[in-house]
């Protein structure tokens, strides 16, 4: 009786027949892919919150004279983001350092280098699961490729011992192959264009962040002049 090309063709079959080195292979992606899809959700949210808060405190902050008013504010905000954080920290030890009589250029000097051990923590913040994205979007395709040159070989392993090669021998063996480099491409991609685009909003952010340390710095020198 003739064997039907499309006999044992499912999708799924073909991941059942698989050998266990491709069936590996396959697990592997799946789970490299889901737990990339549940940090480009996570990162997603993140970002989105970092951006509100952002221009809630830019919002408040360009109608505000007043350190310790924009204090309270920020203190007071359900929204509080990483320039609250920041103006928080320059603001503590800006007053520590003004109560011990130094010079104004050795205050604002401590008051920046606080500013900037918090804006690597907020950074470091943002950036965190962003290489695994970027491993997945660099490795899956050839993990996905191995699996299909382990099937492919297996394949054709398998029909030394045929004496007549037919389209039906062969073509399970090459699409269970060809399936692993389609999910690894399936892991890859949207791992690449997430990890792209949340660089851009951390380049993005952490030019508001800048501007925004500028303007504290400036906030708090004034403060004291005009004290």
Do not use: C
Request: no cysteine; aromatic share 10%.
């Amino acid at each position: 009786m003739p064997v039907s090309i499309s006999e044992n063709m499912s999708f799924w079959s073909l991941i059942v027949n698989a050998s266990i080195l491709v069936q590996l292979v396959m697990v592997a992606l799946l789970v490299m892919s889901l737990i990339s899809w549940w940090y480009i959700f996570l990162k997603r949210e993140i970002f989105k919150d970092a951006l509100r808060s952002a221009k809630t405190f830019e919002n408040y902050f360009s109608s505000v004279n007043d350190p310790g008013s924009l204090y309270q504010h920020s203190r007071a905000s359900k929204s509080r983001g990483a320039l609250d954080r920041i103006f928080e920290s320059a603001l503590r030890e800006f007053t520590k350092l003004n109560q011990t009589g130094m010079s104004l250029p050795t205050v604002m000097d401590g008051t920046r280098r606080a500013m900037n051990a918090q804006y690597q923590r907020e950074l470091d913040r943002l950036e965190m699961h962003l290489s695994f994205l970027a491993t997945v979007g660099s490795v899956s395709p050839y993990v996905g490729l191995f699996g299909t040159v382990w099937g492919i070989m297996n394949a054709f392993r398998g029909l030394a011992n045929v004496g007549q090669a037919t389209l039906a021998q062969v073509a399970p063996g090459i699409a269970e192959a060809l399936i692993a480099t389609a999910m690894g491409l399936f892991a890859a991609i949207p791992a690449v264009l997430a990890y792209n685009q949340y660089v851009r909003d951390i380049e993005r952010l952490t030019a508001r962040y800048e501007s925004g340390m500028e303007e504290i710095s400036n906030l708090l020198q004034r403060s004291v002049t005009v004290s």
